[in-house]
């Protein structure tokens, strides 16, 4: 198969799916689980991406793709969580920094 260049065009982290856009203008589906990337799977917008494209339920879908050059993608930053729940933590954000960890509680010091 043919490697092609693009964009991701959006991606939601939450729900694992968003779009890249090809060289050519072309939007195509992309799915986390085809995203070659070290720990959480996602994409940032704008990054520069490297795929193969299949044709799928008469869909384009993206598949097997990578950074530039074969390399891991970079993905989306921690700021994606608007929410305050971030699954790279322990959890929701408890507004003091601490990442919403068990630690800052005194659940440990008891049991």
Known sequence: MVRLSGKCKWFN??????????ETGEDVFVHQSEIHAVGFRSLAENEPVELEVINEDNRKKAVKVTGP???????????????????????????????????????????
Not at 13 to 22: D, V
Request: net charge positive.
């Open 69 to 111: 050059k074969g390399d891991y993608v970079k993905g989306a930053d921690d700021t994606r969580y608007n929410d305050g729940f971030n699954p790279r933590s322990s959890g929701y954000r408890s507004g003091n920094g601490s990442g919403g960890s068990y630690r800052n509680n005194d659940y440990n010091d008891r049991y």
């Open 13 to 22: 982290s939450i729900k694992g799916y968003g779009f890249i856009t090809l």
